[in-house]
């Protein structure tokens, strides 16, 4: 991706506000993360339950967003792959503002590329993370990368500790493979941390969405822990 075609994407923001809980004294995701060998899945529930997110979102932005904060969350602890990931899954934990970005293209006429980006902050510097909400249903990896590679040239990498790629498409193995070498994946473990190439230690997690009976369902694709390949806590 050349410079040109990299500054010829712009960012619109349509939202930002800050993450509240529902009750102030109750248990949150930041104290969870502090113990999370002593955590168990009814405490995680009860903190992650007590995330508030503003009402005038729309259903795909707060779903998506919800699942980062809260399922993406416990999955991670559930799962094992918190131990992989372990300062991104801090950074979900802890983070308290939010900005939503459409992507535009072209330095003059504006072209919606039906993509958003979110933001996510613990300092209001530089986002801590960022997801790439990418709404176009065929997907190919030269598009996807291009993506990516436009969300690392705009962000600080060393206060950068993940990405999300949302994309509609399943991931075949050409997909996969490449994914595998995006984050020099050479065995299960290195994997699982998903360790961007490029980076000191920015996580890339690509995650499947689709739009079942007026509801949005995600799934982790990459890095793919199935059943049996669920790490040890």
């Not at 992989?84 to 950074?91: A, D, N, S, V």
Request: overall charge positive.
């Amino acid at each position: 991706m050349d410079i040109l075609s990299k500054i010829s994407i712009s960012k619109k923001e349509i939202s930002k506000f800050e993450i509240t809980q529902k009750n102030p004294l109750g248990l949150t995701c930041e104290k969870i993360a502090k113990n999370p060998r002593d955590i168990n899945f009814s405490q995680i529930k009860e903190a992650i339950e007590n995330i508030l997110l503003p009402e005038n979102l729309t259903d795909l932005i707060r779903s998506s967003i919800e699942f980062i904060l809260k399922d993406l969350f416990l999955y991670m602890h559930q799962t094992g792959l918190y131990n992989r990931q372990l300062k991104l899954w801090k950074t979900i934990a802890n983070i308290t503002q939010i900005s939503i970005f459409k992507l535009q293209e072209r330095i003059f006429k504006k072209r919606d590329l039906n993509i958003l980006m979110i933001d996510f902050f613990i300092d209001p510097k530089s986002p801590c993370m960022k997801a790439i909400l990418d709404q176009n249903e065929e997907i190919s990896y030269e598009h996807f990368k291009k993506f990516l590679n436009q969300t690392t040239f705009e962000s600080n990498t060393n206060r950068l500790k993940g990405i999300f790629y949302f994309l509609k498409p399943k991931l075949d193995d050409h997909f996969v493979l490449k994914l595998i070498q995006d984050t020099c994946s050479i065995d299960a473990i290195s994997r699982y941390e998903s360790i961007l190439n490029g980076t000191k230690d920015v996580r890339l997690n690509v995650i499947n969405f689709n739009e079942k009976d007026k509801k949005y369902e995600f799934k982790l694709a990459y890095p793919n822990v199935t059943r049996h390949e669920k790490q040890k806590h």
